[in-house]
């Protein structure tokens, strides 16, 4: 009878955990971890992808992050682009911690708790981060690259060619606003490793504003000339989005 007690406890635990998973709009959200949600290129050296399983206390406040998120993009985009979100304590590629990442149609996101800087507002942003990436990737010729670049202080060039990889390695992955640095184009220390991370920063700050993000794109004209074309890329996939749309949005915590 203990073998087949803890048999069942083995099989129940799986089966509550599979129950916690949801669909918003579509997108149906996880939060179990096995090696074979990532992609199998993924899943061999080097990248060798690990994940660590979410915390079941963390659940419920990561789905009320997901539909604050998820809500505030047009159902059709949201259908034809994103197909599942993945929750994990942790992950880690190329032996280096990652907070998150995207694949052809899927994100996969981190929350440790709120304790470990996990809030709200971050776990959301890193969601329209990660996001960004599969639509320019999936429609690359709406943002307008070369004056993306030509937005950057003359002289500067992005510095990681691992895509961000080295600059997390390295310590250089701050998502912190930096006035020093917006004087250069770019919002974060982050941002200086790729045009895609830097992209991917003002898009998260576009659908979850920090707190003095407006106030950084009104003094700062090079910081201006980029939310302008990232808002035209967005209109493009949506005439919901505009600077009047993304204007209003704040975090909201």
């Not at 994990?88 to 929350?111: E, W």
């Not at 895609?196 to 700050?205: G, L, M, P, R, V």
């Not at 201006?224 to 505009?242: A, G, P």
Request: contains cysteine; charged residues 20%; glycine residues 6%.
């Amino acid at each position: 009878m203990k073998n087949l007690a803890a048999t069942l406890c083995f099989i129940f635990i799986p089966l509550l955990f599979f129950a916690q998973d949801t669909t918003i709009w579509g997108v149906v959200v996880k939060f179990h971890y096995a090696p074979n949600i990532f992609p199998e290129s993924w899943q061999i050296a080097p990248i060798s992808a690990k994940g660590e399983e979410i915390s079941s206390y963390e659940i419920q406040r990561t789905k009320m992050i997901m539909v604050k998120a998820i809500d505030k993009y047009p159902q059709a985009l949201l259908e034809y682009n994103l197909k599942n979100v993945y929750w994990l304590k942790s992950m880690k590629f190329y032996d280096v911690g990652y907070g998150g990442t995207n694949s052809n149609d899927a994100l996969y996101l981190t929350d440790n708790g709120e304790l470990q800087g996990y809030t709200n507002a971050y776990m959301e942003q890193t969601f329209h981060h990660e996001f960004s990436s599969i639509l320019m990737r999936n429609y690359p010729a709406l943002l307008d690259t070369v004056a993306w670049k030509n937005a950057n202080a003359r002289g500067f060039d992005y510095n990681d060619p691992e895509n961000g990889v080295g600059a997390i390695r390295n310590n250089q992955s701050s998502q912190e606003l930096d006035t020093m640095i917006c004087k250069k184009g770019m919002l974060t220390q982050y941002g200086m490793s790729s045009l895609e991370n830097d992209a991917n920063t003002f898009a998260q700050n576009l659908f979850c504003p920090a707190t003095n993000f407006w106030t950084i794109v009104d003094h700062y004209p090079m910081i201006h000339k980029k939310v302008m074309l990232l808002i035209d890329f967005y209109n493009k996939l949506s005439s919901t989005f505009n600077e009047t749309y993304f204007r209003k949005l704040s975090p909201g915590y």
